[in-house]
């Protein structure tokens, strides 16, 4: 049977099963599947097996049952933003600088030795941060806080990997994400373009921005290759079939920001400068310990790089009138808005002034979507 072919099978398998059941699934594939094969094959292999780890690091949380997990942090604020990088690179200073939460900051390495999160206040809300143990190579098998941390770092919004502008800056991020990468989680330059929910029922659904004819059927087509029957595809700044494929075969795509710390400190420029030649593609902030106005980008930078907006929701249907600002998803319409803050109930329309509308107070449908900076009026 074609690789392709037996990797859908076996997510067909998995589907609705328990975890301990889809490990055993799992594993017995893997002992089926021999090392010399290559190709195709060794992809499988491979995707298997991050597979086995993710959900071997699910079952080293629950084997804390009964006891304090310091590993699960109830998710708080608008979005989990979670603070990775090797040992002293300034992670928990960033942490107490940013929101104020109380943390050990030590000029040794591992003075982290659990997660601590904090909340960065703003307009739209507040954002938790949550600063972790240093990453160390084969955190997979079990090296350093292991594979409760790899989970943890699965379930966030955006990485912020924080690295030390004048101690190996390129090596150590580099680390970092080789370490992402054994569990499957792939590192990329944030807002995830498209975006894959499943659903327990409804079939295949698609919101944002409009698909053309060609492009839905690329989509339809390895959705069903995937064996996906229900589904939410939302598209937020275009249609990109390859995350998509990515998430259907069990990736987790997480946006990145690289924050760099020390930037002022003798020889940074030139770690600053290989990490921008390494990595061109990912959004860098540069900060300094002491130096509030470093830190101002950071929250502007987070929510980039996750897609997110902000619209003012006014509370009267006057371009001057009182509001409030609300955090959404790039590619928002206006039934999610209305959603997001408890208004749905026999809405009928909105209002609205921006740039998503041709006139301003132009009255628009449900399915309307919103751009950043749109001050909506709800009407019932």
């Given amino acids: 049977m074609p690789a392709r072919d037996l990797w859908s099978r076996i997510q067909k398998q998995l589907h609705g099963r328990a975890e301990s059941e889809q490990l055993r699934i799992l594993r017995g594939h893997l002992d089926s599947l021999h090392d010399e094969w290559k190709g195709p094959y060794k992809d499988l292999r491979d995707r298997l097996r991050r597979q086995v780890r993710r959900l071997e690091g699910h079952d080293a949380v629950r084997s804390r049952a009964g006891q304090h997990d310091p590993f699960h942090i109830k998710r708080q604020g608008e979005a989990t933003v979670v603070l990775v990088g090797t040992p002293n690179t300034g992670k928990s200073t960033l942490l107490r600088a940013l929101t104020g939460a109380a943390t050990i900051v030590a000029d040794y390495p591992f003075s982290t030795s659990q997660p601590v999160p904090g909340m960065l206040s703003g307009d739209g809300g507040a954002l938790q941060l949550i600063d972790t143990p240093p990453v160390v190579p084969g955190l997979a098998?079990?090296?350093g806080p292991g594979r409760p941390l790899l989970h943890l770092l699965s379930l966030a919004d955006v990485l912020a990997v924080v690295v030390n502008a004048t101690d190996d800056a390129t090596g150590n991020t580099q680390i970092?994400?080789?370490?992402?990468?054994t569990t499957g989680i792939g590192a990329i330059a944030g807002p995830l373009a498209t975006t894959l929910q499943p659903r327990g029922k409804g079939g295949l659904r698609f919101v944002g921005r409009p698909l053309d004819r060609e492009q839905e059927q690329t989509a339809r087509s390895l959705v069903a290759a995937a064996h996906v029957e229900h589904a939410e595809i939302a598209v937020r700044t275009g249609f990109d079939a390859e995350q998509l494929r990515r998430q259907l075969d069990g990736d987790i795509l997480l946006p990145v920001v690289l924050v760099v710390t020390s930037a002022q400190q003798p020889g940074a420029d030139i770690g600053i400068a290989a990490m921008?030649?390494?990595w061109p593609h990912l959004p860098m902030v540069a900060t300094e310990s002491g130096q509030p106005a470093s830190l101002e980008p950071i929250r502007s930078s987070l929510l980039a790089s996750m897609g997110r907006m902000?619209?003012?929701?006014?509370e009267r249907?006057?371009?001057d009138g009182a509001g409030s600002i609300v955090l959404m998803p790039l590619a928002s319409d206006v039934a999610a808005v209305a959603a997001r803050v408890g208004q749905q109930e026999r809405l009928k329309g909105a209002r609205i002034w921006g740039t998503s509308v041709a006139r301003p107070g132009q009255a628009v449908s449900l399915q309307h979507v919103v751009a950043s900076g749109d001050q909506i009026f709800l009407q019932s």
């Fill in 176 to 181: 970092v994400f080789d370490e992402l990468a």
């Fill in 141 to 143: 098998d079990g090296q």
């Fill in 317 to 319: 249907a006057a371009v």
């Fill in 276 to 278: 921008q030649r390494r």
């Fill in 310 to 314: 902000p619209v003012l929701l006014l």
